[in-house]
């Protein structure tokens, strides 16, 4: 087994979508089945909406949400997901990973490691 990366709680990432990339900091959350990015962002990127849809609980609720499909780079893995789109501008983080990506780059999540250490 090789050996895994390990992530703390906040990450740099960086989306890419054609010949576009995005460096934001990211909110890491073992919690959330699915990776949310703020709508303004997907727009900037020209992320295009699918027709896929997930029903989200949030602390705000319940709420059905259309999702983007794109491309992530964490450390030194580029790796490919849906995203639910979300209106994050209120938010700290414009980026929560979730499990969907988590598993795929086979992340530990340390909730002591420090930013990018």
Not at 28 to 42: C, W
Not at 43 to 57: M, Q
Not at 58 to 82: C, N, W
Request: hydrophobic letters at 40%; aromatic letters at 4%.
């Amino acid at each position: 087994m090789s050996e895994r990366v390990v992530l703390g709680l906040i990450e740099n990432i960086v989306l890419l979508n054609n010949n576009q990339e995005e460096k934001v900091t990211a909110r890491i959350d073992t919690g959330a089945t699915t990776s949310s990015i703020d709508l303004n962002l997907a727009e900037k990127l020209g992320l295009k909406v699918s027709d896929k849809e997930k029903i989200v609980k949030s602390a705000s609720g319940i709420e059905k949400r259309h999702m983007v499909f794109a491309k992530v780079k964490i450390r030194d893995l580029l790796i490919e997901d849906y995203f639910t789109l979300a209106d994050r501008h209120h938010m700290t983080y414009s980026v929560l990973i979730g499990q969907n990506i988590l598993k795929q780059g086979e992340f530990i999540v340390d909730p002591l490691k420090e930013e990018n250490q």
